[in-house]
DNA sequence: TTTATTCATCGTAATATTGCAATATATTAT
DNA sequence: ATAATATATTGCAATATTACGATGAATAAA
């Protein structure tokens, strides 16, 4: 085997899991960062930020674009890649939901 | 190559990276809701409730215990698994950080 | 048209993850 | 002591991820 039994789950967990996976890199996390940062950047300049190769850095924004945290406009010969706010508000609903299904007040439950 | 090169990175970039490693599989999504659900559980439950093989539930436990997200405590041949709920908090606290870094009602700022 | 710039994609190597059967370990019950 | 129960660990196969050099495609500048 080595495949995820998606089937298994329901779609919220399976969606929840794909989004952190996305953020389960760091130089995702830095490319994040730096696009809350900055605004908007071009892969050339992450290259610069991060000292990973162009590919590298550009296999990462795929990622985080085919997820829609990210998005790409062309201008020239260059690529201006911004955070999608909706789609980055809709993640932190997500993960705000899981966190607060919690109920942290009552820390005497714990096994 | 095929190794993150966690150099390049902070250590706070290093460590939301892990945690969100720890979500990324819905099978732990589905654990960490399970143990809010019903405070705490032991693996058989998780095998009868997922439908994974018991060694597959084991490991997914061992990763959330590495973490510190979950916490066992050994009560004759079984172990009653809960979450921690200090860990919990800090982890909260630490994608509150990243997602309160982009302001959001700031979206005519996209490229 | 040629050259330079920027980015994506392909190919490949190294490593990590997922899943499970088989086995080991540890405790409880008979 | 033996059997039953519950979990962890080992070993392995299938798949996914990470990283980067090389190449391709597309636009801009000379």
Redesign the pocket.
Known sequence: ?????THLFTDAQNELANVA?AL??P?RIAIIQYLIKTNTC???DLVQELG????????????LKEIDIIQ?T?E????NYCINPEKWNSIKSLFLGLFDQFNSNNPSTCC
Request: glycine share 14%; aromatic share 0%.
């Open positions: 085997m080595g495949i995820t039994q996976k389960a890199h130089a071009i892969n050339g990973l190769a162009q590919a590298t850095i550009s296999q990462h924004l795929r990622e790409g062309i020239g010969t260059k690529v």
